[in-house]
């Protein structure tokens, strides 16, 4: 069965600084991947997806993730953080065409001036 | 106009009752799904219907059932609720095939007294 590890439940860093959150996936395939954002109070929002093609993935508000199948990796980075960047992100893996999505556990990106 | 839209946003009721909550889709999606995200933020899926067809039941009590009447619908029934029914519970909804992104709902936080 699929699963997500997530390294470290919160992540801080300073406006402008590099922003990197690990994630860890097991996979008896070859899987889909993503990263999902929740910000208060909402529901998640899709910031990427890894379907097999090219390994470095761009998604919105400048985020891009890397699929590193060697180190069954899909570690999420922007180049600079921004105060809204201040959520929870989830990385989740599927292996069915039915979308069973397995979330990891989340971690809280916390963003201070 | 709300992709994914769930009622009510909260519920807060007494151990021993019995409530729902009612998700609409008006994306055309053919797959919907219930996940509940627990105080940790830990995110589980419960269950998914394809073309009104269970296709995923997760090890979910049976005090919660849910029912699709049409594709564009998927409401979960809770019976004799217990205090660890508290929880946030999304509603999501995907076309069906690998690699598609779910469309989350904003939530219905549960509060069992």
């Known amino acids: 069965a699929q699963s997500v590890t997530q390294l470290g439940s919160h992540v801080s860093v300073s406006e402008g600084a590099l922003v990197l959150l690990r994630c860890n996936y097991s996979s008896s395939v070859p899987p889909y991947l993503f990263w999902y954002v929740q910000y208060p109070n909402q529901g998640l929002q899709l910031l990427l997806k890894y379907t097999s093609a090219a390994t470095l993935v761009k998604g919105i508000n400048g985020f891009e993730a890397e699929f590193k199948k060697s180190e069954t990796s899909f570690h999420l980075t922007k180049p600079s953080a921004h105060m809204s960047d201040a959520a929870e992100y989830f990385c989740?893996?599927?292996?069915?065409?039915?979308?069973?999505?397995?979330f990891g556990t989340g971690t809280r990106l916390l963003v201070s001036p | 106009d709300t992709a994914v839209s769930q009622t009510p946003k909260y519920l807060v009721t007494q151990m021993g009752n019995d409530k729902s909550i009612k998700c609409e889709q008006n994306?055309?999606?053919?797959?919907m799904y219930w996940y509940k995200q627990d105080s940790k933020k830990f995110l589980k899926i419960m269950f998914s219907?394809?073309?009104?067809?269970?296709?995923i039941n997760e090890t979910v009590p049976n005090r919660f059932s849910p029912k699709s009447p049409d594709k564009a619908h998927l409401n979960l029934h809770i019976n004799s609720l217990e205090l660890g029914d508290s929880a946030v519970y999304f509603c999501?909804?995907?076309?069906?095939?690998?690699?598609?992104?779910?469309?989350f709902g904003s939530g219905t936080q549960l509060s069992v007294l």
């Open positions: 994306l055309g999606h053919d797959t």
């Open positions: 219907y394809n073309n009104k067809e269970l296709i």
């Open positions: 999501a909804s995907t076309t069906s095939g690998g690699g598609e992104k779910l469309f």
């Open positions: 989740a893996v599927s292996e069915t065409g039915f979308q069973k999505l397995v």
